[in-house]
């Protein structure tokens, strides 16, 4: 694992935007930044005596005095800019000779190139963004529906940070008057009375459940709901699974080391990614990497939220299935196209004829109907990231250690311990506690330039 503690004093060069698109945004943040980008940059006047939040028009000149290209220049003067230092976006035209020219003549006059999500990273570390917030910066970049965007840009704004550090500043309050009775230990007084004591403890831990709980919603809004579509061979599987992606089609894939046959393909549907998996798949075979492949998709079905099982209008009967504590199970029954129209099925069963489309929008409300957003309507907090979740999870049994500690009567020292823990798990979360590995781990995930 790389630990190294990233040069906060360099000035750093990346791209901005991905390659291919009419226009290119490099972008240079740093002490130098402006003073690099001058010696690239002809305008009417040297952007070392412009003013921060202004746009340069001029082109970019290379070591020979031959001009590069048109480009526009924007200019944050530190500390308002992204990173807090100052910074000099370049917008030149897309293409790559260009892109890779700029980047050689920033690194040429001092810059170097940037780390994935160093940009962010030093945004963090300058104070500007506490770490939920910037990880959210990669969410929000990696959103694909309505809802999952929805989720990442509440929590860039700022989503849970002020809860926590609600949260965290009564904490500190309490473990600091636990702590000062242990100055007056001779006297037995107690400053933070046990009763009132039990009561925010619990406040708290009923908080921390609320954020725990949001998870399975998070984790659906970021990642999908997950279908699996099971039932016999030409029930009609695959024939379902295209028509409910549609004009999504290429997004189609063969799901990494399973079987040529097991498909996943995406769609959303009102502001949701559903993940369709046509298990296809899951047939008996002796060959050992097929059998890998087929292990893995029947972990992808034990994980998936809805279980969608297929028959057809002729053999109208589903054999059982053993489903997960908290999946949902929906009957569909296919080919109603080849049965008379007046044929009767049970209550619970939607009929549908995969092929023709017919039933198609009754199915999708239905799934639609099994993800609860009605919290989200109302404004709730969600969490959606992992790591927030695990560190929430172990603030929440160190609440629970400290709730027993206060119920057994032992003393503020020990209690102020389990509530030093709950802050510590909490600051995990917002990045007030964190390490170099940490940041690495979660930087390393994001695009260049970001
Ligand atoms: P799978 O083995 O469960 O994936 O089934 P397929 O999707 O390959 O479909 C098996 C056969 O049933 C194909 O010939 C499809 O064209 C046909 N089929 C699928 N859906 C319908 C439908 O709604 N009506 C009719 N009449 N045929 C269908």
Redesign the pocket.
């Known amino acids: 694992m790389i630990t190294e503690h990233l040069d906060t004093t360099t000035t750093i060069v990346a791209p901005a935007t991905a390659p291919g698109g009419a226009v290119m945004v490099i972008r240079l943040s740093g002490d130098r930044a402006i003073a690099i980008a001058d010696r690239l940059f002809r305008g009417r006047r040297p952007l070392s005596d412009a003013e921060g939040y202004t746009l340069h028009y001029g082109h970019i000149v290379d070591d020979k005095g031959e001009t590069i290209d048109d480009v526009v220049v924007a200019l944050f003067r530190a500390p308002h800019s992204y990173t807090g230092d100052d910074i000099v976006e370049i917008t030149a035209h897309g293409s790559e000779y260009i892109t890779a020219e700029i980047l050689r003549l920033a690194i040429e006059y001092g810059a170097v190139m940037a780390m994935p999500g160093e940009f962010t990273r030093r945004a963090f570390l300058a104070g500007k963004m506490d770490l939920s917030r910037a990880e959210a910066v990669a969410d929000i970049i990696a959103s694909d529906s309505r809802w999952s965007h929805n989720v990442a840009s509440t929590q860039m704004r700022g989503g849970y940070s002020a809860k926590l550090g609600e949260l965290r500043g009564e904490l500190l309050r309490l473990s600091s008057l636990l702590e000062l009775e242990l100055d007056f230990s001779e006297e037995d007084v107690e400053f933070a009375d046990r009763s009132t004591l039990r009561l925010l403890l619990d406040n708290i831990g009923t908080q921390l459940t609320t954020l725990t709980s949001s998870f399975a919603l998070g984790n659906v809004l970021k990642n999908g709901v997950t279908v699996a579509i099971i039932?016999k061979?030409?029930?009609?599987?695959?024939?379902l699974l295209n028509a409910l992606v549609e004009d999504d089609r290429a997004m189609v894939s063969d799901i990494a080391g399973t079987t040529r046959d097991a498909i996943e393909a995406t769609t959303v549907i009102d502001g949701i990614r559903y993940r369709f998996i046509?298990t296809?798949g899951i047939h008996q075979t002796t060959d050992r990497l097929e059998q890998m492949g087929i292990e893995r998709t029947h972990r992808t079905m034990s994980n998936a939220s809805i279980i969608l099982h297929l028959t057809t209008a002729d053999e109208p009967t589903f054999e059982d299935v053993e489903l997960g504590p908290e999946q949902h199970y929906v009957r569909v029954v296919?080919?109603i196209?080849?049965c008379a129209k007046d044929k009767r099925y049970d209550s619970d069963v939607i009929p549908i004829?995969?092929?023709?489309g017919m039933g198609l929008d009754m199915l999708r409300q239905h799934l639609r109907a099994l993800v609860d957003t009605s919290s989200l309507n109302a404004g709730s907090v969600v969490v959606t990231n992992m790591r927030h979740y695990a560190a929430l999870k172990s603030a929440h049994e160190a609440l629970g250690d400290a709730l027993q500690a206060v119920d057994n009567n032992l003393s503020g020292d020990l209690i102020s311990e389990d509530i030093r823990r709950i802050l510590h798990h909490l600051g995990e979360i917002t990045g007030e506690i964190t390490s170099d590995d940490i940041l690495h781990t979660i930087f390393s995930h994001f695009c260049i330039g970001k």
Not at 233 to 239: D, E, I, L, Q, V
């Open positions: 039932g061979p030409n029930a009609g599987k695959s024939t046509d296809a296919n080919k196209d080849t004829s995969a092929q023709r």
